[in-house]
C-alpha cells in the first residue's frame, strides 16, 4: 500500500531528500544509509517503497513543495533514451529539461541522473559504475549536478571481468547485467543491495551505494560551507 501522506520533519536534524520519480526506491536506500530523511514521489503507485512516499506528479511537486527540502534527487524515466526502447521503436517522453527548469526553480541543490543515452543532453554528468562499489556489475548510471553542489568524478575502474549477456544467467566469475527480462532475480537483489525489490524494480533502479556516495558528497560540501 502506498503512503500519501503530507511532507513532515521528524525528530531529530537529519536533512531532507525529495526523491523524484522515485520508483521501488533504490537511490531512496542509498540517501538513507547516508544520513538523510527521504521522502519518494512518483505518477504510479509504489508499495514497496520503503520511506515516506507521495503519489504525485513528480515535476508538479517539486515546484509546489521542493524548496521545503535540502537536497533533491530526480531520476526522470529513462525510457526515451533508452537503446531497448528504441529497437522497439517504442516512444516515452523526454522529461530531462523539464525537471531541470523545475529543480532550478527551488532554489535547492540538486542531482538529475539518467542511462548513457541521454548524456548528451546532460550538464557535465559524473559517471558512477559498479566496480567503483565493489558491486559485481557493469551499471553505468550518470548524474547532472546543480544548485550550487557539484560531484567529483572518481577514478573509472577497468572492466575486466567478463559481463553475462543481456537476459542470459550469470556464469560464475561474470558480472550481471539485470537488465530488460533477466533471469536471477536474488542474485540480482544481493549484488545491488536492493532485497525488497522485484524485477521491475531492479532493472531499473540505482544502486543503493551510487547514491549514498552522493549523499555523503552533499553532506560533506554543506560541514565545508559551515565551517567557512
Known sequence: MT??????????HRPRLLDLY??????????????????????????????????????????????EFDFIHASPPCQHDSDCQRLQNNTHPDLIAPTRAALAATGRPWVIENVGGAVPKLR?????????????????????????????????????????KMGRPVLPGHYGQFVGNFSGVPLAREVLGVPWMNRDGIRECIPPAYAAFIGHAHLASRTLEAAA
Open 3 to 12: 503512503q500519501p501522506v503530507p511532507i513532515r520533519r521528524v525528530d531529530g
Open 124 to 164: 557535465e554528468p559524473v559517471m558512477l559504475c559498479g566496480p567503483m562499489f565493489a558491486l559485481a556489475t557493469y551499471r553505468h548510471r550518470y548524474f547532472e549536478t546543480g544548485g550550487g553542489f557539484r560531484l567529483t568524478q572518481p577514478g573509472h575502474p577497468a572492466h575486466t571481468v567478463p559481463q553475462a
Open 22 to 67: 522515485c520508483k521501488q526506491g533504490g537511490a531512496a536506500k542509498g540517501y538513507a544509509d547516508a544520513g538523510f530523511d527521504v521522502t519518494g514521489v512518483d505518477k504510479d503507485p509504489q508499495p514497496r517503497y520503503p520511506y515516506r512516499f507521495v503519489q504525485a506528479d513528480a515535476i508538479t511537486f517539486a515546484l509546489k513543495h521542493g524548496a
